[in-house]
């Protein structure tokens, strides 16, 4: 006789809910992870009283009222919306890049006007299969972008020159532009 309906691996948030869901329905499921904790990447630890995010900081948004419900049921949410800018020079940069972003840096009004700069910045580099974090964020994104809000930041985070990042740090296939 079997013991468990399900074995479900990781006990993030998919694995939680979905053995929480599958137990509703009158299942078993054995939830196996290789951390010695539960929660994912967005585990937290108290440390001396302090609430700490394990894995770096979490955000939880949704736009679906039934999401947001349902996940209100196990935790208190914020109603927190994120709102990063990037500074370079002194001058403040919206974050993810969008229309501001380039209407401040390139003095431009249009989406088109943006995809053709990008574009033309892009083709520019000569960057066809990059090998690192600097030629992913050229390739995707051009050398304005890549300058003004890429390098910086990334220099900081990661404590190394951009061009030293190789392998995880640089699979990505896409920089976050919106052009609205």
Same mark, same amino acid.
């Given at each position: ?30 939830? !196996? ?13 108290? =440390? ?22 349902? #996940? ?32 401040? #840096?390139?003095? !431009?009004?249009?989406? *088109?006007?943006?995809?053709? !700069? =990008?574009?033309? *910045?892009?083709?520019?580099?000569? =960057? ?7 030629? *992913? ?37 896409? !920089?976050? =532009?919106?052009?609205?």
């Amino acid at each position: 006789m079997k013991e468990y309906d399900y074995l479900i691996v990781g006990a993030g948030l998919y694995g939680a809910v979905m053995a929480h869901e599958l137990k509703k329905k009158g299942k078993k499921c054995l939830v !196996i992870d290789r951390r010695d904790h539960i929660a994912g990447n967005i585990y937290c630890e108290d =440390i001396e009283g302090i609430h700490v995010h394990k894995y770096g900081a979490h955000i939880f948004h949704t736009s679906d009222k039934k999401i947001w419900d349902y #996940m209100n049921q196990f935790a208190e949410f914020n109603n927190y919306i994120n709102s990063p800018v990037a500074v370079y020079k002194d001058e403040l940069y919206n974050l993810p890049f969008n229309m501001n972003t380039f209407s401040k #840096m390139w003095n !431009i009004r249009t989406p *088109q006007e943006a995809k053709e !700069i =990008i574009e033309k *910045q892009r083709k520019e580099t000569g =960057i066809t299969d990059p090998q690192n974090l600097e030629e *992913q964020a050229l390739f995707l994104g051009g050398r304005d972008i890549y300058e003004k809000l890429i390098k910086g930041y990334t220099e900081k985070q990661w404590g190394k020159k951009v061009y030293r990042t190789s392998g995880i740090y640089y699979q990505t296939s896409a !920089i976050p =532009i919106c052009l609205r």
